[in-house]
């Protein structure tokens, strides 16, 4: 199960470990998974399924409301086009 931080920045696991964050395409947010980026290549998201997860929780970590949100599933990548000829 996955929750929506207060802020509604990031989803996080039962642990609060942040799993993933929101990114924002042609006026369209989704989460992806936060990962290290390459300066050479571009992270393209092609794919995004809906998922279930809980905004409001008790102090036992039970669910009180849930709320579906978009995840991406699906990457591209792009190359960026760097050049060392200057």
Known sequence: MLFL???????????????AEIAGSKGHFYYRT???????????CTGIKS???CISW?????C?????VDVCTQYELLPKGFSNIS
């Open 64 to 68: 009180q409301i849930w709320r579906h």
């Open 51 to 53: 998922r279930k997860v």
């Open 34 to 44: 936060i990962g290290i980026e390459s300066e050479a290549f571009e992270k393209i």
């Open 5 to 19: 931080s207060k802020d509604k920045q990031h989803l996080l696991d039962r642990a609060h470990n942040i799993v």
């Open 58 to 62: 008790n102090e036992a970590n039970e």
